[in-house]
């Protein structure tokens, strides 16, 4: 019995074993870290001064990379050669390869580029400070750099300071103390001495620490003096049962000025040159220039040499710097190689426009695929003129005989007669808005060369009237929509809303400039009725000299208007989600002018009204704007922000983390029920505390 109870127990005792062996299983990692590097020491210590050597180390608590240092790193004064930063476990080292400045505070400024290795926990706003000299300075400025046209916070751009007040000092001298703007472009300025600076912020493209014309800059007129100010703040330390322990006072410095606002604009300046001369077509050429131009260049055709004196229609854009030129001589068209002479601005050396004069040579050669295809062709339409001649020979000698020729060779003959209307060359034509269109909404008509002529006659436009067709009066023949494209036309007339119209062309009432015509075009358009747009009008506190853009979700402007007496009125706007962006229009021109440093002159004043409009069909909708009640970097709503800050890993997971383990004491986390009052807080607090009630009244 004992050996049986033995053998029972030794059974036991292994099968645990067993299962226990069986069910082995990875250890737990602990709670997830969301704490950034710290720093456990460094050479030199921060704030050192009379530091002689060549070399920084920071030693942090964890193993530490840097995140895009070439972007957000950044030494000041910016030394000649830019020093070795490397990253080896727990250290940080910075090896600067020029001789440091004598009596100089040096600062490393790190922005949020250091993160620890395992969970990415970025250590933000790190600066490390040292000086050369006896002391080191310790004043700071702080403030925003926003993007002037669009309120884009700009991020990872170079602020910096010139105690040279002279104007040509940001374009001559590199800045003698910067700083990096973070990604809600804001900057703080650290360690400076005291003086007078001028402030400018600059998209630093070619890495010289000074302006160039073609960089994104911003600067402040006036000149700032940094100072310091002091204030106290009180602490109060509470029991247990809320009544007052302790009092704690404290003093603090406050840096000054901690609220510059710089705004980013670029001078839109480029060299005037010929960028690029192509012929696309043996009938086009393409003139791509640098720049914007006033005045058109001049060409004269040196060959071939007869050709017409108008020998061309000319295609181009708002700048004047992409022009195409429709060639309309056929004995240019024909000519392999066009030779050109083009006179034109260019800028010069000393960045001055001068006239010149450049011979240009066109080639063009068709394409080996196009070659192949109309040789096809041109084979396929002598096969079938050789054998139509040969069957209608036939027949004629049938004829004479008294005979006929069999069903399929007659019918074949009438194949070979046919003409495909497909091979025919058409002028093609288009509608740019078919179907339903809006109140105001223009008839365009869009070609695919230059046109010629139109006969008034072929284009008729009817409005429905029951179930008529009247023609539209007061109509006329489609004119140009734009002077600077040949190829869109718009028919002048007056849409009524709820209204049916139906647009007539005849065949062949259009003729491009290469003798080709349209097919036949019948369309009918239908006006939207006026209980389908949203009104929208609004008041702002400024007269005159501005205008409002409404801007759709992706920030393209649908429709700008002037403020007149204070008002902005938007009639007949399509409902959906809309945004409100009012410019100073300091020069009255209609459209936001940059600025230029040389003049002193700032870009055109931009705000954005700070809420979404949800415009409703057959909806009237007023609302107040004080343009200056909501600080400028705060304005612009962030559904259409597209400069947002980087998005934490650690900050992200601690907060789900946090929501997930709080969701039964989240005050808003559940609805509201149909007594909500509009205090958020204690309505769901209350209805929190009824459901307990409820649930203890069950059990």
Known sequence: MKRRWTYWLMTVVVGLLLAACASI??????????????????????GSVNFK???VEITFDEIVNLKDQQKKVIISPAPKTQPLIRTVGKKITVEFRDELEENTT?????????????????LDGYTFAFSTGDQIDTLAVSGIVLRANDLEPMQHVIVGLHSNLDDTAFTRLPLERVSRTNDRGQFTIRNLKPGNYHVFALNDVDGDYRMARTEDIAFLDEIIVP????????DTIFTYDRRVDTVMTATHTLYLPNNLLLCMFNEGYRSHYVKQTTRPEAHKLHVLFGAPNDTLPQMEVLRPAVHERDWCRVERDENNDSLFYWITDSAIIKTDTIIVAMTYLRTDTADQLEQVTDTIRFGYRKPAAQVKEEQKKAKEKEDRAKRLAELLEKQEKAAEQGKELNEGELEEIKELQHVDPNEIPKLKMELAKSGTIDVGDSII???????ASIDPGGVRLEIKRDTLW????????????????????????????????????????????????????????????????ANVYIKVNVRDNAFVELLSSGEKIVRTVP?????????NVTPGNYYLRLTIDSNGNGKWDTGNYLNHLQPEEVYYYPKRLRLRANWDMDEDW???QTALDLQKPEDIKRNKPEKAKNKVEKKQQQSDEEEEDDEFSTGFNNTYTGDKYNDTKNKKKSNRLNNRQQL
Do not use: C
């Open 106 to 122: 040096y600062v490393i400024d790190f922005s949020n580029a250091i993160e620890d290795n395992n969970e990415s926990n970025q």
């Open 25 to 46: 299983g990875s250890p737990e990692g602990g709670p997830r870290d969301y704490t950034p590097p710290q720093v456990v020491k460094s050479s030199p210590a921060p």
């Open 470 to 533: 009247i023609p539209v009066e007061g109509t006329s023949a489609p004119r140009l929509a734009n002077e600077g494209d040949p190829m869109r036309y718009w028919i002048p007339f007056t849409t009524l809303p709820d209204s049916t119209y139906r647009l007539t062309i005849d065949s062949a009432a259009v003729t491009s400039v290469y003798g080709l015509h349209n097919d036949p075009l019948k369309k009918e358009l239908k006006v939207r009725g006026l209980e389908q747009y």
């Open 53 to 55: 050597g060549n070399k």
């Open 445 to 451: 008509l869009k070609f695919d060369a230059p046109i």
């Open 626 to 628: 004080n343009i200056y």
């Open 563 to 571: 403020v007149t007496g204070g008002i902005a009125q938007f009639i």
């Open 227 to 234: 100072t310091t100010s002091e204030y106290t703040s009180q």
